[in-house]
């Protein structure tokens, strides 16, 4: 059974630019959420999406955006890089809705993004 | 505001000790989870802790919850190089997915 997929796995981008990252969840998972990792902030919850439907936000700008497809495939954006968006970006399928009934999150190997 | 606090931040240990992770959270919560994490891996689910005196056993890991204490513990008995990596626990607080993280444990086994 294939697992969380996440593609690029590593990308480099100047200041200004935008990122586009994707993540297609295990096979049959319909919840999809995104975490930042950062040495200095950690693990940060970004947002999640079930049924095409943003469900839950973390404290991040306006510049981070999402969006989740039909087939529970979800992309998400940054806009106007700057350097300290530098980080892993981690995706996370669940059977069920955001965790409800005890469900388990699976992680991607995450996206490696690099603004210089 | 829900804050997950862990302890040690970074712990090096010689192989066959034992040693315990603590992992305290801020605000009233029935689940947490517990994470391995390899350098510039992903996440690993290790065990998922549904109710207050709820044990874990995984090999040589084992993982319990207090929710009266807002307190788990990650325990390691007779560590083997294998378990170097970082733990991580997890607190949720809703439903919509939204994991907090603490700061993360890097253990090192020491040969």
Same mark, same amino acid.
């Given at each position: 059974?294939?697992?969380?997929?996440?593609?690029?796995?590593? /990308?480099?981008?100047?200041?200004?630019?935008? %990122?586009?990252?994707?993540?297609?969840?295990?096979?049959?998972?319909?919840?999809?959420?995104?975490?930042?990792?950062?040495? #200095?902030?950690?693990?940060?919850?970004?947002?999640?999406?079930?049924?095409?439907?943003?469900?839950?936000? #973390?404290?991040?700008?306006? !510049?981070?955006?999402?969006?989740?497809?039909?087939?529970? !495939?979800?992309?998400?954006? %940054?806009?106007?890089?700057?350097? #300290?968006?530098?980080?892993?970006?981690?995706?996370?399928?669940?059977?069920?809705? #955001?965790?409800?009934?005890?469900?388990?999150?699976?992680?991607?190997?995450?996206?490696? /993004?690099?603004?210089? | 505001?829900?804050?997950?606090?862990? $302890?040690?931040?970074?712990?090096?240990?010689?192989? &066959?000790? $034992? +040693?315990?992770? +603590?992992? $305290?959270?801020?605000?009233?919560?029935?689940? @947490?989870?517990?994470?391995?994490?390899?350098? &510039?891996?992903?996440?690993?689910?290790?065990?998922?802790?549904?109710? $207050?005196?709820?044990?874990?056993?995984?090999?040589? @890991?084992?993982?319990?919850?207090?929710?009266?204490?807002? @307190?788990?513990?990650?325990?390691?008995?007779?560590?083997?190089?294998?378990?170097?990596?970082?733990?991580?626990?997890?607190?949720?607080?809703?439903? +919509? &997915?939204?994991?907090?993280?603490?700061? &993360?444990?890097? @253990?090192?086994?020491?040969?």
């Amino acid at each position: 059974k294939a697992g969380v997929t996440q593609t690029p796995r590593y /990308l480099i981008k100047t200041r200004g630019q935008q %990122v586009t990252l994707s993540c297609s969840p295990i096979s049959g998972h319909r919840s999809v959420s995104w975490y930042q990792q950062t040495p #200095g902030q950690g693990l940060q919850f970004l947002f999640e999406y079930f049924s095409e439907t943003q469900r839950n936000k #973390g404290n991040f700008p306006g !510049r981070f955006s999402g969006r989740q497809f039909s087939n529970s !495939r979800s992309e998400m954006n %940054v806009s106007t890089l700057e350097l #300290g968006d530098s980080a892993l970006y981690l995706c996370a399928s669940s059977l069920v809705p #955001g965790l409800a009934a005890a469900g388990e999150l699976f992680f991607g190997e995450g996206s490696r /993004l690099t603004v210089l | 505001e829900l804050k997950v606090e862990q $302890n040690p931040l970074f712990l090096s240990m010689q192989e &066959g000790k $034992n +040693y315990t992770i +603590y992992c $305290n959270y801020s605000t009233t919560s029935d689940r @947490l989870y517990w994470y391995r994490q390899d350098p &510039g891996k992903s996440l690993e689910s290790l065990f998922v802790l549904l109710s $207050n005196g709820a044990v874990k056993q995984e090999g040589r @890991l084992m993982a319990s919850l207090d929710t009266k204490a807002r @307190l788990s513990t990650l325990h390691i008995t007779a560590a083997v190089h294998d378990l170097s990596a970082t733990y991580f626990c997890a607190v949720v607080l809703d439903t +919509y &997915g939204k994991l907090t993280f603490g700061t &993360g444990t890097r @253990l090192t086994i020491i040969p």
